[in-house]
């Protein structure tokens, strides 16, 4: 480890394979905390080159607990989180619009690291338990329509590195890794990035893979469509930027999509909203973020369609009842 951080402390990046190397020796225990400590500290202080992201994605998906999901064509909606913004779970809260609607999902989360409360946070709070059984999560999402994939399970690099980057309690390289390895292979992604160069990364890589896919950032440093600025989205067909009105039929304030102080607050605002209780500034987030997912499948006419599926799904209570039968399978 002392050769490659002194490789990198001279600005030099790693080649691919290296990459993979380094992180396959992480996932094998083969290095302190504080040399994992100094290696994401040097992420922290220059961008991550493609070269060096696509070996950390090549060593996590090496190693990773495969799933096989029946042939269902999944979907995520995940966020590289690390914004900042403490905003609540609208990631996963739009998982459970989506499923409501019928779309299978495969929601891929972890603790959250610089936030209060990650996907996993809330999802442990509501009584969801934690697991890699293929069979238990495909008969999650045969009553559900969505599952739930705690990402340490899968990858044991990141549980490896999990006590570490908490401790720092700051945005590391890994919130960069999270929507790139989820072990269900979704054919379908909608993916929320923080900043444009990293779109601009995401964009490169996915178009090497198989999935539909929708790149979102809000242009005022989100990594969803916040509904407080303007949106750029971007896909295989190109990119475009998009008015709050357009995507939300209003703008919210950021005070308006706040997360909370504790992740009883966070799991306490996620039952609320899936309830048909949230703020009409909650439910436009997430249903412009679930319209978007669906939107990015190509199975629909138009985003306006989705968004009305994604508000039937919230008014029926079809997603409330993913989340009941979610729980109760779990």
């Known amino acids: 480890m002392k050769k490659i951080l002194n490789q990198l402390f001279e600005y030099k990046t790693l080649p691919r394979e290296q990459a993979r190397e380094l992180l396959y020796n992480i996932s094998k225990k083969m290095y302190s905390d504080a040399e994992i400590a100094a290696l994401i500290t040097v992420y922290l202080m220059r961008s991550i080159s493609i070269d060096e992201l696509q070996g950390f994605c090549d060593a996590l998906l090496e190693l990773c607990v495969p799933v096989n999901l029946n042939g269902y064509d999944v979907m995520d909606i995940v966020g590289t989180g690390g914004d900042g913004k403490n905003t609540f779970n609208i990631s996963t809260l739009s998982c459970f619009i989506v499923a409501g609607t019928g779309v299978k999902v495969a ?4 603790y959250g690291a610089s936030s209060i409360s990650g996907s996993s946070n809330v999802m442990e709070q509501l009584g969801y ?3 890699n059984n ?3 999560l495909k008969k999650e999402l045969d009553q559900a329509n969505i599952c739930f994939l705690h990402a340490p399970l899968f990858h044991p690099a990141l549980k490896v590195v999990g006590p570490v980057r908490k401790s720092l309690g700051v945005r590391t390289f890994f919130n960069m890794l999270g929507p790139m390895v989820n072990p269900a292979l979704p054919k379908y992604q909608l993916v929320g990035v923080y900043n444009l160069e990293m779109a601009r990364m995401y964009n490169y890589l996915l178009q090497q893979g198989n999935s539909q896919f929708t790149i979102v950032h809000s242009l005022d440093g989100y990594d969803e469509i916040s ?5 750029k989205v971007i896909n295989k067909a190109g990119e475009k930027i998009y008015s709050a009105q357009e995507l939300g039929k209003r703008s919210v304030s ?3 999509i ?3 102080h504790t992740v009883e607050d966070a799991a306490r605002i996620f039952t609320n909203i899936l309830k048909g209780n949230g703020s009409w500034a909650q439910n436009a987030v997430v249903l412009a973020n679930a319209a978007m997912a669906l939107y990015c499948t190509g199975n629909y006419t138009s985003y306006e369609d989705c968004y009305q599926l994604a508000v ?3 008014e029926s209570g079809r997603a409330f009842q ?3 039968k979610l729980i109760a399978v779990s």
């Open 227 to 231: 509904l407080t600025a303007d949106i």
């Open 107 to 110: 929601k891929h989360g972890n």
């Open 258 to 260: 706040h997360g909370g």
């Open 134 to 136: 293929e069979d238990a």
């Open 322 to 324: 993913s989340l009941q």
């Open 312 to 314: 039937e799904s919230l």
């Open 254 to 256: 950021p005070i308006d």
């Open 129 to 131: 338990t934690f697991k």
